[in-house]
């Protein structure tokens, strides 16, 4: 079966069963601080779990990309070695919020699997929760029995809490599982060792594929449980190892959502997968890594130096290292696998197909520069090694090399090894761990749970209508970080606070009581569907109402930088062309920033047709036109932007200002006029096909003006109030010029005067023509005239010194000859005489110089001279 197919067919077979089929949401999350990426199907769906929202049906299947390479859930390291672990992997999912629960969804996997798949069910193993007393849970009989109807008891077995009992973090909701395992080893293997010895125990034959989370709990700060107020569903079955069960192979990377990407690469460097194991590590490696960052990058999340872009930095590094270490790749050329990518998986994420240019030239793009860092690392552990007294390398050198020019150490470690070196691994692992403490000790957090004050599931936002409302606190926790120290996070009945999204700041404001007093609302932020409001203090009357109160001027700037910046988008795409994309947007109230796809730099021209279209929209006093909760088709075949990366619900909000119509939830103008005036300030690149322009609206274009011109008026008036300033300053600058010509050919003359009073100062001491003196000359000066006497005269030793803007500078000449004949040498010289000037130097026996900071010690150095020839 294609892997297409058995896609399609789990999909189906749930819909059958009253299901609704949801696209993969994007994987990088934007309102969940516990989690950089989707790590699990269910991580999209955290807020039906915790009650903070209700899906429109409580059945819902899906297949989910799913990254595992940070935090509780890190595959990385495994990837390549083993043949069942991605990085990126589609998790298939049934889901039931509240609905069916144990009994169903042990009974449709097994008819999906047996009957629909046709998997023979004597190669399954299914496991379930054996209890736990340090949590003080039973043995989940009920998931034990419900399997006994389908498969004998000795295939059934029990595991404990790290394999059954299903936990999305620290702190969340949680439950008992029961996982289906397969055994697809030979019949003489299985003969040998049973497969139930091998569940569990990493055996590349004996896997996981599904398991089954019967969601009941909610694990709280203090590690205790409490019972969720729903039993849910939430399964999720490797889609990679599924195909390989279904297409007979023994490894993920044999079945056909691999082989493709792995022939691409044995043309591209002509190596052959399967015949040595290095290669092949190599190999599985790249094909696993370049599908997480093409992937990545098309659900918006490009390769940075910090967070989630850094873990996509670090994974596509690690793919070129394998590349160029065993696959002797030493230019880019993951980035050509993209192709194959989007064509196979193209179908189920348009994305991908849609963004392939984009994806091909980012990753291009690092893996040229990565490929210049291991070239310079190359050139830096060569010194190290130089340098190394010795057979091992420091630790500590080898950590720089490694955290400083992101040199990978094992790639050190190879190479030391060829030069028969050793590295001390024990002190770069020290360095690490106290690396990895330093960034820990920085974003150490403690959260406490919710203080509930009144129970109320729908906290409304009412701020498109109104800055200002009459709330009530519904609950309250106390946050801890080392970033912001204490912090209260507030969330209210209903709220007229922003908060952050959609590129949009949070609102900032304050919550008043009837007694008058006033806390602070610092910022807002969403979190898994709830809007929450940090202070740094509690309210003192916690069970009263509040007036709460948005900070005006802040938002009404704020909306006037986010209606540019759908104007802005316009603009680009009427003016540059539809391949423009958003690529990400921040809009504060002191400006807005706009990212996009585009292949050059903004002409001039360019910019300034922007420009004009911006505010050609703004004077033509556009009114907004809203639609709240409209089914998104709808808004899309009005001719509504969405964006990749984005997460969308059934019914959008639609935002319209004349031809401009974008799905957006953020906050407006209402009317484009209000804008006043806009004006880009900066235009550049963010990465390879991506541009960034940096533009203010409002009072800030007023402020840009009006010190504008505040510069100008400065500069006219040292202009003497010319009529024609840029005139004058040209004219200034003419001037200059000239005159500076003409000190050059005046230095020059006086140099030549000085050469033949020079010439007669010389001092004869024993056979040495000798002049130690101070000189009104500059650098070049001085040696010009070095030079001359030196092609006049014979056995020549001088020392010449200036002073110049508070440094000194010595210069020493000495004849050819007399280098020869007496061993002088001028650079010694300077070094030794440097001393007094309190600087260094050098250069070549015959000529050098020293600079230093103390012209008060140019007279003592001068004196000294004579000592060398003496
Ligand atoms: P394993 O023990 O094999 O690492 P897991 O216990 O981490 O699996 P779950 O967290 O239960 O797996 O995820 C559900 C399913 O997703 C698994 O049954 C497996 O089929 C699949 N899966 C998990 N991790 C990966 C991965 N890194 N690559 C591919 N598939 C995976
Ligand atoms: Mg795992």
Known sequence: MKSQDIRSKFLSFFEDKKHSIVPSAPMVLKDDPTLMFVNSGMAPFKEYFLGNAQPKNSRITDTQKCLRVSGKHNDLEEVGYDTYHHTLFEMLGNWSFGDYFKEEAIAWAWELLTEVYGIDKDILYVTVFEGSNEDNLPMDTDAYDLWK???????????????????MGDQGPCGPCSEIHVDIRSAEEKAKISGKDLVNQDHPQVVEIWNLVFMQYNRKANGSLESLPDKHIDTGMGFERLCMVLQGVQSNYDTDVFTPIIREIETITDKKYGKEEKVDVAIRVIADHVRAVAFSIADGQLPSNTGAGYVIRRILRRAVRYGFTFLDKKEPFIYRLVDVLSEKMGSAFPEMKAQKQLVENVIKEEEQSFLRTLDQGLVLLNRIVEETKGDTVSGEKAFELYDTYGFPIDLTALILNEKSLKLDEKGFNEELQKQKNRSRAASEMSTDDWTVLEEDADEEFVGYDSLEANVKITRYRKVVSKKDGEMYQLVFNLTPFYPEGGGQVGDKGYLE???????????????NNVIIHFSKNLPNHLNESFKAVVDEKQRYRTECNHTATHLLHQALREILGTHVEQKGSAVHSKGLRFD????????????QDVENFVNARISGKLPLVEKRNIPKEEAIAEGAMSLFGEKYGDTVRAIRFGKSIELCGGTHVKNTGDIWHFKIISEGAVAAGIRRIEAITNDAVKDFYSENNKVYFEMKELLNNAQEPVKALQNLQDENANLKKQIEVLLKEKAKNIKGELKNELQDINGIQFLAKKLDL???????????????????????????????????????ELVASKGLNAGQVVRELGKYIQGGGGGQPFFATAGGKNPAGIDEALEKAKNYIG
């Open 149 to 167: 109807q389908f498969i004998s008891e000795d295939r059934i077995l029990k595991g404990n809490k790290k394999d059954n009992f299903w936990e």
């Open 596 to 607: 996009f796809s585009h292949f050059s730099k903004l002409t001039n021209e360019e910019l």
């Open 513 to 527: 009581d009837t007694h008058g007093d006033v806390v602070y609302i610092l910022d807002t932020k969403k979190e």
């Open 778 to 816: 500059d650098a070049s000066g001085i040696k010009d005239v070095s030079f001359e006497l030196g092609q006049n005269s014979d056995n020549l030793f001088l020392l010449f010194a200036t002073e110049n803007d508070g440094k000194a500078l010595l210069s020493c000449y000495i004849s050819k």
